[in-house]
């Protein structure tokens, strides 16, 4: 019976934004920050999908998401916000027209180094943003959340990432026409519409440490430069599509949204734009990470989603992957450092590469002095890289 009521509800609340649109073109859905939670909630429950996830890495490690309803928005900024560049124009309306769920926050060292094994990080600290990480690092996470629990994980658009960060704004920042040190973390020296100034924190903070938007969202703006899936083309918006626009087909290197701790608050806007080089690893470098939901999600996208049969996975990898990947493997016993590269295979052969790197690692260098052996397979990522169709990872055992 609540169900029927909600699912009414819903309907009536789509007719009414439909009406204003009719009267007023420019009236978008949702068209403020309340709208945005209420569209939220109702198309949510509307679907009998839950408004918050959480994505069980381990026991007692989750990534949590939020459920980001399907609207439509003006993407961009208009030709009189202050300090705008040329590549966030012209403004034009876009629609979003499936649900997801996005990452509540951005992903931390400790969700990472759960998935992946840690990298060398700038800033370090379970709770802290991961940052240091390339195009390849972040697919490869991507590519193992997907087998882990058989749901589609990738990074945001660049469309969905704005659409996600306005809910439902239009104003410069989604806390309004300016954006203070108590809302997000930047460069605090500068002032951007005469905010207030504050005392320069030079590193990351720990992800969640600032107010969300109206979605639930925190760190939307600031703290590090999140990665989108788009190809990044300065004039892009001219010809881009009105309808789930995915980026150009080439382009210099992705697209990067949202600003950082080491950026003037200009570059947090909701529209501002910037791009890297897919080898591009910084210490202002993060993301976060969006997942589909699928046609058949009935069953399957649950308030707690757990592993699907990873002994079936492993098995699937093994009896399918192992017997046809060639691959060079060097390993030098002094320094401890090493690289694996795959011919041809690309990505899709990570997840075995790093078998290979646990087993090199465990046998040939973990074993202390004092003849003990720690966890087998303990190492560190240096690097991974994909050039002409050869895909390397170079990685280091460590104690």
């Known amino acids: 019976m609540k169900y029927q009521i909600f699912s009414i509800l819903l309907i009536l609340s789509a007719v009414c934004f439909a009406k204003r649109q009719e009267l007023n073109p420019d009236v978008l859905n949702p068209a403020s920050a309340e709208e945005a939670k209420f569209l939220q909630e109702i198309a949510a429950t509307g679907l009998n999908l839950p408004t918050k996830i959480s994505v069980m890495l381990s026991e007692d490690i989750n990534l949590d998401m939020m459920f980001i309803p399907a609207g439509t928005f003006f993407m961009g900024s208009p030709s009189d916000e202050r300090l705008r560049r040329s590549d966030e124009g012209p403004l034009h309306k876009v629609e979003i027209t499936k649900n997801f769920y996005l990452g509540k926050f951005e992903v931390s060292q400790l969700q990472y180094g759960m998935i992946m094994g840690m990298r060398k990080t700038k800033f370090t600290g379970n709770g802290m943003p991961m940052e240091n990480v390339n195009w390849f690092h972040i697919n490869g996470f991507i590519g193992s959340l997907t087998n882990k629990f058989g749901l589609k994980f990738r990074l945001p658009s660049e469309a969905e990432w704005e659409y996600a960060c306005r809910a439902g704004t239009r104003t410069p920042f989604y806390t309004g026409q300016s954006i203070t040190p108590e809302q997000a973390n930047y460069d605090y020296r500068k002032s951007y519409n005469n905010s207030p100034l504050g005392m320069y924190l030079k590193m990351t903070s720990p992800v969640g440490k600032y107010p969300p938007n109206a979605f639930g969202l925190r760190d939307m703006h600031g703290n590090v430069w999140e990665w989108c899936n788009d190809f990044y083309s300065s004039n892009y918006y001219k010809k881009s599509s009105e309808t789930d626009p995915k980026g150009p087909v080439e382009g210099k290197g992705r697209v990067v949204r949202g600003g ?27 993301f976060r990470v969006l997942l589909e939901i699928p046609e058949d999600y009935d069953g399957r996208i649950t308030q707690v989603i757990n592993p699907i049969n990873e002994s079936y996975v492993k098995h699937s990898e093994q009896t399918q992957s192992a017997p046809k990947i060639e691959h060079e493997l060097i390993y030098d016993e002094e320094t401890q450092q090493g690289s694996i590269s795959v011919t041809g295979k690309g990505l899709e052969a990570r997840n075995w590469m790093l078998n290979k790197i646990a087993e090199v690692c465990s046998s040939k260098n973990i074993v202390m002095k004092e003849g003990k052996k720690p966890e087998a397979g303990y190492y560190r990522l240096l690097d991974e890289e994909l050039i002409d169709g050869v895909y390397t990872i170079k990685f280091e055992a460590i104690r």
Request: aromatic fraction near 8%.
């Open 260 to 286: 950082a701790w080491n950026t003037d608050p200009d570059k947090l806007r909701s529209a501002a734009r910037e791009n890297k080089g897919h080898g591009a690893d910084k210490k202002y470098l993060g």
